[in-house]
């Protein structure tokens, strides 16, 4: 069964200072990955998603992440934080073959806060 | 509109009350998933269903049960509160034949149980 593992539970960083939030993952064969993110009082927001192809993938509010098998990981990163930027992020893997490519696991989520 | 409807948006209820939260999606998927959302425990599957006749349990069903009504409904009912299944619940939605499994969710269910 695959799992994720947020190792960072809270992470705070300064305005316009770079971020990477970090997601390791346990699945035996090709993973989907997912980040996505929960601003306060709100729903999820799909930031990117990997499935394929090039393994560094580029999504919404400027926000990248790299898959590295080798590692098992898909970690996210933004070169300059916004105010706007805090808020819980969630990584998330799903299977990747055959009929049971139905579920999401996901992390317990990084709180991340932004200082002025 | 939202894709991802959730009703309601909040509710608190006492407990051994019954507790029907109801989600409504236009995106034509056929796949729809429950979870709830604790504190540092992220999001955990309640159940899920591929279609209208196929219902599944997820790690933590439990105190809950499921009806798919339609393609586009699925409801999450508690039968009988109790004060640990306070949470956030979301509701999701995902293509059947989308390639990469992406899920899309509603603003979720803020649940109080006295």
């Known amino acids: 069964a695959q799992s994720v593992t947020q190792p960072d539970i809270h992470i705070t960083v300064s305005e316009g200072a770079s971020l990477e939030l970090r997601c390791n993952y346990s699945?035996?064969?090709?993973?989907?990955l997912f980040w996505y993110v929960q601003s306060p009082g709100q729903g999820l927001q799909l930031l990117l998603k990997?499935?394929?192809?090039?393994?560094l993938v580029q999504g919404i509010k400027g926000f990248e992440a790299e898959f590295k098998r080798s590692q098992s990981s898909f970690n996210l990163r933004k070169p300059s934080v916004h105010w706007s930027d805090a808020a819980e992020y969630f990584c998330?893997?799903?299977?990747?073959?055959?009929?049971?490519?139905?579920?999401?696991?996901f992390g317990k989520g990084t709180l991340l806060t932004v200082n002025p | 509109d939202a894709d991802v409807t959730q009703t309601p948006r909040n509710r608190i209820t006492k407990t051994g009350k019954r507790i029907m939260l109801e989600c409504s999606q236009t995106?034509?998927?056929?796949?729809m998933y429950w979870y709830r959302q604790d504190p540092g425990l992220g999001l955990r599957l309640i159940y899920y269903?591929?279609?209208?006749?196929?219902?599944n349990k997820g790690e933590i069903s439990d105190g809950y049960s499921v009806s798919r009504q339609a393609q586009a409904k699925f409801s999450l009912s508690l039968e009988s509160a109790i004060p640990n299944q306070t949470a956030l619940y979301f509701c999701?939605?995902?293509?059947?034949?989308?390639?990469?499994?992406?899920?899309?969710f509603g603003p979720g269910t803020r649940l109080t149980v006295l």
């Open positions: 990997y499935f394929s192809g090039d393994t």
């Open positions: 699945y035996g064969a090709t993973p989907y």
């Open positions: 999701a939605t995902s293509d059947l034949y989308g390639r990469d499994n992406e899920q899309f």
């Open positions: 998330a893997v799903g299977a990747a073959s055959g009929g049971s490519n139905y579920k999401l696991t």
């Open positions: 269903s591929f279609d209208v006749k196929d219902i």
């Open positions: 995106k034509g998927h056929d796949r």
